[in-house]
């Protein structure tokens, strides 16, 4: 931590300041120049508030330096995570893993067709809604553990990994039999209570950002889950809220590239949620993936006219199957295959 | 509803969106003409996603008419909603309510220097967390139970309700003997789960606006609430996040009148946690009032530099009774009171 | 400026880093910890882009320590800044001044209405626009020349000074002789040729926040016009754009105490295009000078719903009359009078 | 435009406002439902602001039908438009358009050595400013006159057209001999004189969209343009404003597909101030064309460390190299060819 002291700070506020610095447990170096002093903090902490600094007599600014998280920083794990699913698929790897299924489980029909397709396609997992957090209290609220189930049953019949979001603490117990990643939808990022929970178990779980979080909170989310000792943590945009109405929100892709920056965890997007706009979704897929996303999370519905949550932002199957091809291509462009 | 079809729509796609909001329950009035065709769905339906219809062969846009929300609506009780407490003290009356103490319970020496004081000066309300949602899993996180049980001790003690925040279902129980009203953080104005239990029980919840939430979300949220039959709810601005990063939050002032017209429900407003710096919190205590706000959230700490989460936004006990005496000046140029 | 250098950092890098710092001219101290070495740079310069650091090899981060401007800083002018117009009445002195009138001027006959209704209910500065920024270029765009001189005959016959927006250098020659404050509207908060030419000049200059302005940046564009020699500026905000879309702009009155904290310069509100709704005008001009605004910028026409422009914003005389009424009310509660 | 009346509007309400869209010029249908009526109102014309609907009384609300602009509207050339230089080189068609260099003109050895690199490496425009708008008035300010006689020339040696930044009405004159496409940076989207002005040349001019500007004012920006008689306009995203601080702006890659769905013009992208940062250049770069952009805007410098502007995000001549390698694999699978 750095504290810049007013051109105007007397000697009292200066030491003032080192003696709180000392007492949170840090090693302070005064740099006394000709028009003000600075104070370098160095220590291990990490747990602090800077604005407790900020407030403190005779003080003009605080920066950290050090990151406010230590287990997902990039440092830790120079080399990169690879989260290895129970069939062998590895996603952060060489090779791009796409997800792809229903918003929502609505019925054996609809589920198996969507999971014969996709695979077919290409896709690796297959995602599907169990548990739907609406924003109406007078919507569809998803089919729960028969959606599970169903999920399970279609995964293993089309050789498909099985994701689906979890929304509260309740629900891990119910969902461990039939998942294989638990997702942790934008709505739940800071729910530090789940994160918490997450952490002791022992599957990979898939954070999105919320949409209104900094990349360096999505971080921090996840190192609840890894402070846990759960290290099989994977990220993903899925469109953060702007002042633009035209899309539902607005995909950062620089996101991509920062986050393999910051951190070793895979990073992965959502162009479906992060779009709202079914012919948006391609588009979108295609430039994540040249900015360097890990994996893909996609809804494909067999007929999503007749969709129960979501049916604007699903891919008809065709299109899907068209999506991949394109995938094919771009892939070799950033060093990647697709599968 | 209301959708207009594109100039080049032809009488199939034009009847096939008719068809398909016949379907969902809507009586269409058509209107032809010279450029385009325009549809008015009309219904009691609020349960529907418009982007379904938008995407729609021939549509070119789709507008929702009625809200979709019902029983948070100014027209449900136009004479507005008094949330009345135990002892009597009534928010959304005449009288504006201040409710104000530390943002975490961290001693019975902290807790009750706070209570006595701002009972003194003029609060209603004590305020205090016992479960604290932290970004950080590395920081201080609550006293839990011990914290809940001071407070309603403190409470009594000085003649003042409790509210405390409950960050998850299972807190629910554990918190009902102790506190009068629960308080719903912004990080969780959008876990459907929670706000369905807070349905069920007949306690005051204050629900706070989520830092990415538009009022219209704030006011669906209010309606899970109330969807339950819980209609003792309260709203309250706390701050979104926009691009400015010179206060912690942009405290949106003016969601006070406009949630005054749309909704029946009492408006109040945290400047604490809205602007994240102490010496910002009385002015924009005062305009809050001053917009209209039926009561405030205000952080106050015996010793602010020794807090142990929040410090830097909490007003020294004397700085909030300067405030009160400001805001008591105020009250009547809106044609309100305060005690 | 301070440079943390990263943990892996060799000593050719800090060196390199060093040498840079140097030949841009700062003093530079080093601070060599256990875990990574810091460097403080110290100098009068404040033209730099601390990115052309950040990306220099081995560098972790960068933070500016003084501010990038410094006329406008408040330890320039202590005591604060009061802009004297022609007839004596202050801008940043006790008194509150409001600034009323239309959106547009559009004939003789709207505009001495106006004026005389605000004159007479306590407003000192007349405010109408005789070039007009318009989205679409379809739209009224203004009386011009023979507006500017409505403008000075209305304010002469009423007692009142006058303001009106400048859009461009060609308009400055044009518009001295008419007018008493050159409004600087959002839209060209940085459009730095336009600042540089009213540096030259010796009027007030009333510059608007740009709607995605940070309150550094709007300070930023002051200093253009303050390095010009023209040290009569005024500030306002006008409300920023953010993801909420039932108000026009989002009226940030947090960026009244902020600036005041920060600069010298008076700081003003202006309600009517930060909300965009005549209903909210009321609530948010009370708001603004509850929380310590110097002046107030409303619109104000004899018959709104016949304006060529913002009619929808624009107070009804009688609603003017009454906030007038309220205003009086709160100003004494921030130590303030008005007129 | 659809007006919803209130459930509780009167039939003299209702009147009123049909009579104040007839005298607008529209045409109504009302449509009488059991719970309320709407009013579909039609015609030609677009230049209304819905807002002075809205404030009627009895009015629930307003939706805009049109488009509020027509020249640059999809349905105005369905086919695309191609801005074709003088060269012959086309902006629009197959083939994707890079256009690069140096963020400002310095020197001829600086602009000479970028040049010959960014034609080698395939660019087919040479990017370069003379006159910069900078955010503080004590940085570099351009090199004028002289750098467009250096562009000129630079561009006529190696084959090159060539861009610059126009910032005020008075350079349109001194830059017309020495460019062949007209800047308007993101500052001026919405500088309407400026844009009148080059609706009235016959060169090309590419309109940056504004860092708080939605798709739809830059379209309207784009129409000030075109309704001059200037129907060759280039679109292009550099960054939006958000919360997000790691990086400068966020690239609103979606902008791409949208504005191709919305307009016939031209899209491209600008990933160097899009992100702000060298090493994110390059992601956004290939995911700008994978998302459909019609042309790159690459900021590159044979010696960033040295630049006079931006330094941080210009891109040393090899990276240039490596990434056009990259835009050349990618590009088949959209259907284009990089030259």
Sequence with gaps: MIVAMLETAGEDQIQGVIDHLV??????HRSTGARQTV????????????????????????????????????????????VILPNGVEIGGKEIIVMAGPCSVESREQLFAAAEHVSKAGAKVLRGGAFKPRSSPYTFQGMGLDGLKLLREAGDRYGLMVISEVME??????????IDIFQIGARNMQNFNLLRELGKIRKPVLLKRGIAATIEEMLLSAEY???????????CERGIRTFET???????????????????????????HGTGIRDKVAPMACASIAAGADALLIEVHPNP???????AQSLY???????????????????RTIG
Excluded: C, W
Excluded at 23 to 28: A, I, S
Excluded at 305 to 311: F, H, R, V, Y
């Design 23 to 28: 007492k949170m447990g840090f090693e302070v």
């Design 39 to 82: 104070l370098g903090a160095v220590g291990r902490r990490i747990d602090f508030d800077i604005r407790d600094i900020e407030v403190l007599s005779g003080v003009q600014l605080v920066h950290r330096i050090s990151s406010p998280y230590k287990l997902v920083g990039r440092s830790f794990r120079p080399e990169g995570t690879r």
């Design 169 to 178: 603490i309740s629900q891990i117990e119910l969902m461990l039999p039939y």
């Design 225 to 235: 889950i890894m402070s846990g000792g759960n290290y099989q943590v994977i990220l």
């Design 246 to 272: 035209y899309t539902r929100n607005t995909l950062d892709i620089s996101a991509i590239p920062v986050v393999h920056k910051l951190s070793h965890l895979p990073m992965t997007s959502d162009p479906s």
């Design 305 to 311: 006219d007749q969709a129960l949550s979501d049916g």
């Design 317 to 335: 199957p065709e299109q899907f199957s068209e999506l991949m091809g394109q995938l094919r291509m771009i892939a070799p462009a950033v060093g």
